[in-house]
């Protein structure tokens, strides 16, 4: 039975989220078979002066299940779909705590995000702020070190759904304050049910 529990669970670590595996190998806190839901995904620009850097975007929710609930959820004759809306209205809302991993990378640089914190707000928006981490292959130490913060507005516009806000690394000795604007992904279960406007969590 456990071994059932078992792969179930991996099979929602899959079929909950497919992230860009360059950039999921630099998530902090990469747990391996767990419920995972792509929150926020986008691509577009930093801009810094006249320079124009590409820049993308993914966030993630992680939804620890335990094994008994794993069995509970495989008795209850629920087909898959319904056993992903339970994971994800009922559980990961209320029963769970549910976590948040995520990274950007800008032009070839990859930086995990820590400390992310999303919530909606006014005129069917959401703001997400994040810490930024230093990438590899600028770290001057083993532990990662904090090189930033992000702080996005994310709305629906013209149709489709954009991410505005600033990126700040301290890279160098002055801090580098990019303009964000990146066209996001919208979040297909939820768009299923609901319109493109609404963008509250």
């Known amino acids: 039975m456990w071994l059932a529990g078992l792969f179930v669970v991996c099979l929602f670590g899959m079929c909950l989220a497919q992230p860009d595996q360059m950039m999921g190998q630099q998530m902090v806190g ?39 609930q794993v069995r509970n959820l495989m008795a209850s004759n629920k087909s898959l779909d319904e056993i992903r809306d339970d994971i994800r209205t009922k559980r990961c809302n209320t029963t769970y705590n549910t976590t948040y991993r995520g990274s950007l990378m800008l032009d070839r ?41 992000i702080t996005l507005v994310i709305s629906s516009s013209d149709g489709g759904i954009v991410g505005r806000g600033q990126l ?15 066209d996001m992904h919208p979040p297909m279960h939820r768009y299923e049910k609901n319109n493109a406007g609404d963008r509250s969590h």
Do not use: K, Q
Request: net charge negative.
């Open 30 to 68: 990469h747990p391996m078979g767990v419920p995972i839901e792509v929150l926020e995904s986008g691509h577009g620009f930093a801009l810094l002066g006249n320079e124009s850097h590409i820049m993308r975007l993914n966030v993630e929710a992680l939804c620890p299940l335990e094994p008994m």
């Open 109 to 149: 640089s990859i930086y995990p995000l820590v400390n992310i914190s999303i919530s909606p707000s006014g005129n069917n928006s959401t703001t997400l702020w994040a810490d930024v981490l230093a990438s590899s292959p600028e770290l001057v130490s083993e532990e990662p070190v904090n090189a930033g913060r």
């Open 168 to 182: 700040e690394l301290n890279r160098t000795e002055r801090a580098e304050r990019y303009a964000v604007l990146l």
